[in-house]
C-alpha cells in the first residue's frame, strides 16, 4: 500500500460527527439489558417521512 493510498485509508476511518445522520443523536433512552437505543417520537416519525416521501424518488 502507497503511503498516498494509506492515507485515504485513515482518512476514511475518522468519526463522522454528523448528527443529521447519526441514528444514535435523537435517543430517547438506552435498554440497560439490551443496549438498544430507543428512538424519540419525533425521530420516529421523521424516518417515516423518509421512508414515505424522500425515499420514494
Do not use: G, L, R
Not at 6 to 29: A, G, H, R
Request: aromatic share 8%.
Amino acid at each position: 500500500m502507497t503511503k498516498e493510498n494509506k492515507d485515504k485509508f485513515v482518512e476514511s476511518m475518522e468519526p463522522n460527527e454528523d448528527t443529521q445522520t447519526d441514528i444514535y443523536s435523537n435517543t430517547e433512552y438506552v435498554k440497560p439489558d439490551s443496549n438498544v437505543a430507543v428512538p424519540t417520537e419525533a425521530a420516529v416519525e421523521e424516518a417515516k417521512e423518509w421512508v414515505d416521501d424522500i425515499n420514494q424518488k
